[in-house]
């Protein structure tokens, strides 16, 4: 063992300091920065003076520091306008105290909530109300010193466009708030932030922004009306130009896209209580507004501007729903869709981005997930989950991902004749290998080498994709409490690709591991299991059949044949009915005869006969418990 002793003398803070402010200054990340002049620093904005104050006990120095020629000091400079003069400062707290004098406020919670107050005190001098934006609130707040908080009103002319057009216009051009009535919900006025005071009360500021704020909305009404009557005559036409959009390079563009989330709308309908025809028709015109002048100049309105169109266009509710709903959720806090069609379209919408990624294998790996399939994942488990649908997903990957498969190989008229035979065949029987079988059988010949190719590669993505789903419904469970070796028991047991089934055991099994007969019981067939694994490897036979009441010795044993018989069939018929609690119930009542065989009996009896049959016995325990779940893999 070897042994190192390093001794690092110290040094001045102020040296210390001034070392560490120089590399901070010199490589700070800044998303984006400037070089100004001859010098070569880089920074957010030029740079002009280092304020380096070190204060102690005995009073305050500087902090000897000079960067490209830019010396420290304790001089620093309040507002430009308003105090422009330098001031000296010797501590943090005089530094925080002289910058508010001279009309600086340091603080940026200070200055986010002194905005936020004025605000919504004029907005309610006037009877309306400021609609709430903390992502807007704080960056507004980084860009004033001394925020001056002005009102405004929006031009009559502008009042009859959607809310959240002239919502995200003053947004995203001019940083203001949107102001409106609660009468109404209309958007009424704005809110601006100025960074000073005037003698006119900010009269020639807001006249300026208004002058600004009219053009820019001249703009969205105009984009607004041109698409109205675009959606009024068809909104074919926009789909049709979507065939010249790429969504991937090896996915093909986005109508072709469309017409695979169309075909897979139409199948999940029925499984989510939707109408197929309008799930069909809604994926049809749901990315309709891709095409549109609205969205190419505000892009987050996506979806919301479909809505619009769609009811101007006479379709539907149901079908405008689905094109605003149908995005959701893009996040953890998204409310999830529950109208039977916006499922049916946000389900496939994710379910083909998903297998379209799997399939040219472009799967996220460590952190980077540049396509957010993992958000996507954890978007079809919540739409599942929260509307309680039953999707076997195995049938659904495998006929998108064979959907994919003719979009990418189906150059070959007879191999793309087979594989749209054996989509219909998936559809109709859910199950690739017998409806790959189905197909094979019908046709005249040996298969395509291309087809041949797709039996051996296609379950095996598909999988793949369900194991991808299963960890990311993992992360999703045990941030409600239920813990990951209880989900691998639940995901170990058939019908893993229906995740209302999985999630609704695992938490039956969650709650039952935490009682006492769980814990106990548990222990009992781990207990019985490791002595059976031991013996079938010893002996070479698996012992599951045969155990016979006549041959127990014990009156434990005889009680253990008693409960195993009158248990089992209940536990059968409550799994059959998806009723797990009543099967955790009969699992519990397994819990004390199984406790005492164990107090009892010796397994490995000296009589062979008798031994086999309780190895039997003890197979029938597994075989029992192992309807509930695989217990092997819940940790005692």
């Not at 149908?326 to 069609?341: E, Q, R």
């Not at 155990?547 to 253990?560: G, S, Y």
């Not at 006969?609 to 779940?629: D, E, K, P, T």
């Amino acid at each position: 063992m070897y042994f190192a002793l390093i001794e690092k003398p110290g040094r001045p803070a102020a040296e210390i300091i001034a070392e560490v402010l120089e590399d901070t200054i010199r490589n700070f990340p800044w998303p984006k920065s400037m070089r100004w002049g001859a010098g070569s620093l880089r920074w957010v904005r030029p740079l002009h003076s280092i304020l380096a104050v070190l204060t102690d006990e005995a009073g305050s120095t500087v902090v000897p520091l000079d960067i490209d020629g830019i010396a420290s000091g304790n001089q620093t400079r309040g507002h430009r306008f308003h105090a422009p003069d330098a001031i000296a400062v010797n501590s943090f707290e005089d530094y925080a105290t002289q910058l508010k004098r001279a009309f600086v406020m340091l603080d940026p919670a200070e200055r986010a909530e002194a905005i936020w107050q004025d605000a919504t005190n004029q907005a309610f001098a006037q009877g309306l109300e400021v609609v709430e934006d903390k992502g807007l609130l704080t960056e507004v707040a980084g860009l004033v010193e001394w925020p001056v908080v002005l009102m405004g009103r929006i031009d009559d002319e502008f009042l009859e466009l959607p809310p959240e057009v002239l919502q995200t216009s003053m947004k995203e051009h001019q940083k203001f708030f949107s102001v409106k009535n609660p009468k109404t919900g209309r958007i009424e006025g704005f809110v601006t932030v100025a960074n000073r005071e005037t003698a006119d009360n900010g009269a020639t500021i807001l006249a300026g922004n208004q002058k600004v704020l009219s053009a820019r909305l001249a703009d969205a009404k105009f984009f607004w009306e041109n698409d109205l009557r675009t959606a009024k005559a068809g909104m074919e036409t926009w789909t049709e130009a979507l065939s010249n959009v790429t969504f991937h390079n090896k996915l093909g563009t986005q109508a072709a896209r469309i017409d695979r989330i169309a075909a897979l709308a139409r199948e999940i309908a029925p499984a989510v209580g939707a109408d197929a025809d309008l799930a069909e028709q809604a994926a049809r015109v749901a990315k309709a507004d891709l095409s549109s002048e609205m969205v190419y100049e505000f892009p987050e309105l996506q979806g919301l501007m479909g809505r619009y169109y769609a009811e101007a266009a006479g379709l539907p509710q149901e079908v405008a729903e689905a094109c605003e709903e149908h995005y959701s959720p893009l996040g953890p806090s998204d409310d999830v869709p529950t109208a039977p069609v916006s499922v049916a379209v946000a389900l496939a919408d994710k379910l083909d981005t998903l297998t379209g990624f799997w399939a040219i294998d472009e799967k996220p790996t460590g952190s980077k997930d540049p396509y957010a399939l993992r958000r996507a994942a954890l978007g079809v488990t919540r739409l599942v989950l929260e509307n309680n649908a039953r999707l076997p997903l195995d049938r659904f990957f495998d006929g998108q991902l064979l959907r994919h498969e003719i979009a990418q190989n189906g150059d070959d008229e007879v191999s793309a004749g087979l594989m749209r035979d054996l989509l219909s065949e998936i559809a109709e029987h859910g199950v690739f290998g017998s409806a790959l079988r189905t197909v094979a059988d019908a046709f005249d010949g040996d298969l395509p080498q291309h087809m041949q190719d797709l039996e051996a590669s296609l379950p095996d993505v598909s999988r793949d994709l369900l194991s991808f789903f299963h960890d990311r419904l993992k992360v999703f469970l045990r941030d409600q409490g239920i813990r990951h070796d209880v989900i691998d028991a639940c995901i170990a047991m058939a019908g893993n690709d229906d995740l209302t089934l999985l999630v609704k055991r695992a938490r039956a099994l969650e709650d039952f591991m935490k009682s006492e007969d769980g814990t106990n019981l548990l222990q009992g067939f781990k207990r019985a299991n490791n002595i059976l694994s031991q013996a079938e490897d010893k002996d070479g036979v698996e012992y599951s059949y045969g155990a016979d009441v006549k041959f127990a010795e014990d009156d434990t044993e005889k009680a253990l044949f008693e409960a195993l018989a009158a248990n089992g069939g209940a536990i059968s018929s409550a799994i059959e009915a998806e009723d797990f609690a009543a099967a955790m119930g009969g699992m519990a009542a397994l819990r004390a005869p199984i406790d005492a065989f164990f107090e009892a009996v010796q397994v490995n009896a000296e009589n062979d006969i008798v031994r086999r049959n309780r190895l039997n016995l003890l197979g029938q325990i597994r075989s029992v418990c192992g309807q509930v779940a695989d217990l092997t893999k819940v940790e005692g």
